[in-house]
């Protein structure tokens, strides 16, 4: 289950950075002074040391 979540993330962000660089190119043509970028956010309730992990 965790490598499988982990997979889609991987996929999901690399679309992602796909997607922002297609709106970069498209804002430089049309003169735009506009800069997209992607960022990751985690709930800080997932950052902790003591959170026990179900593998399933």
């Known amino acids: 289950m965790f490598r499988r979540s982990l997979g889609q993330l991987k996929e999901d962000i690399v679309r992602a950075n796909a997607f922002v660089q297609e709106a970069n190119f498209l804002a430089?043509?049309?003169g735009r002074q506009t800069k997209f970028s992607v960022t990751l956010q985690i709930p800080?309730?997932?950052l902790s040391p003591n959170r026990r992990v179900s593998i399933e």
């Open 44 to 46: 800080p309730a997932n």
């Open 28 to 30: 430089e043509v049309m």
